[in-house]
């Protein structure tokens, strides 16, 4: 799969240079073969970035480019960052709230990063910010408004995360977007139906109290009785998977329906000292060759050796038959030049590809199709998209249904 960069252009005035910044989008798409659909969804979100480069030029010239290939892009916009110390504690000062009070928001918080950047956190992740969000909502009546603000983002809504930084010479924003075929509705509409939210930490979960609770979800989707019972299924392999994480984390789970799809979401924080990332190190040494396991141990192993390091998935294998197969080169899709240090993206859909095509001439990988095939999960799913950066990960489940 070709990896594309393209040229980078500044921006001064949005305007003038629009004909110049289509371009470039039109010369990447051809260039990375994306399709119709997929091909719309990146135009429309590059015209959000820009419109927000337009909403922040007082910064300084900008440049923008766009990176990627047909399953990952990233567009890119880095401004340089001219307020000095002084001047940014200046402006924090007046704000009771230390924020820019009048630009409020999703939107507003991603001028602000650019305008006016706090002096002790330098850094902005869509994924934090919703789970910040949503660990709030239960206990905040005001973190709901907030929740709605950023379902009506169409930046929010087409982008699979969006990330800013700043230092002290620029302010940078990476937007990602995920051409999954799992996500072509899922991530890229506005569902039917989002559920509650539950939250599950390692050291408290209760099977009695989960499953209850999931129980009750699944009740507000009003699924057919079929597909709830699937859906049941998926949860209650997901919880099986989380209570093998070595991991201390606080994770928030919850359900969306769209027309034809329902899918399960999980999105959660590690604590991970660096005694526990070096305990987490002697083990994933030791399970590199292990004995034959399910599905969602594999989905185990990508998670725990993405939280250590890119290099960590890389190396996940396991022995069939005297042989091995690499599950983790083999479900990663985002392994490619200047792009492993965006942490981790793996993919059931990815993983079953790889292995159909090894199976022809690798007895291992009949073996492990085998496995797959009596997967719970992998017969039910349309796909398992499994995200880990840094100390943060994310599962999404999809499934069709009638």
């Known amino acids: 799969m070709r990896y594309v960069e393209t040229s980078h252009i500044k921006i ?19 260039d990375t073969g994306l399709k119709e659909k997929e091909a719309l969804r990146l135009r429309l979100l590059s015209e959000e970035v820009l419109r927000l480069a337009k909403s922040i030029i007082g910064c300084g010239i900008m440049d923008f480019w766009l990176e990627g290939n047909a ?78 603000d950023l379902e009506r983002s169409l930046v929010a809504n087409l982008a699979d995360n969006i990330e800013v930084s700043v230092n002290k010479n620029e302010a940078s924003m990476v937007v990602t977007k995920d051409f999954s075929e799992a996500l072509a509705t899922v991530g890229s509409r506005v569902p039917e139906k989002t559920t509650r939210f539950t939250f599950v930490d390692s050291d408290k979960i209760r099977d ?22 699937h859906m049941k299924l ?28 329902c899918c399960i979401r999980v999105t959660g924080k590690t604590e991970m000292s660096q005694d526990k990332k070096e305990g987490l190190l002697d083990m994933a040494s030791d399970k590199n060759n292990a004995l034959v396991k399910g599905f969602m141990d594999k989905v185990a192993d990508v998670i725990e050796n993405g939280l250590l390091n890119y290099n960590n998935v890389m190396k996940l294998q396991q022995e069939y038959g005297g042989g091995v197969v690499n599950y983790g080169t083999m ?4 392994g490619i030049e200047g792009m492993a240090d965006a942490g981790i993206m793996w993919s059931l859909y990815e993983y079953k590809d790889s292995l159909k095509d090894a ?40 499934c069709d249904i009638k």
């Open 331 to 334: 479900g990663m899709y985002n």
């Open 71 to 148: 399953k990952v892009t990233r567009i890119h916009l880095v401004s340089d960052n001219h307020m000095d110390k002084e001047k940014q504690q200046e402006l924090i000062s007046v704000s009771s709230t230390g924020t820019n009070s009048g630009e409020e928001g999703f939107f507003g918080i991603l001028k602000s990063m650019f305008s006016m950047q706090g002096l002790e956190e330098n850094t902005w992740s869509l994924k934090e910010y919703q789970a910040k969000i949503l660990a709030k909502r239960e206990e905040d009546k005001y973190s709901q408004e907030a929740w709605d």
């Open 234 to 261: 998926l949860f209650e392999e997901t919880v099986g998977m989380l209570k093998a994480l070595t991991a201390d984390y606080h994770a928030a789970i919850w359900f969306e329906k769209y027309k034809h799809e």
């Open 12 to 30: 001064a005035d949005v305007e003038a240079r629009l004909d110049g910044a289509n371009q470039l989008i039109d010369d990447y798409i051809f």
């Open 208 to 229: 009695d109290k989960i499953y209850t609770k999931a129980e009750e979800l699944i009740d507000e989707l009003e699924l057919s009785p079929k597909d709830a019972i």
């Open 359 to 398: 199976m022809g001439e690798e007895e291992q990988a009949k073996a492990a199709w085998d496995e797959l095939e009596k997967s719970i999960v992998a017969s039910l799913a349309k796909d398992v998209l499994v995200g880990v950066k840094g100390n943060r990960l994310d599962m999404t489940i999809v």
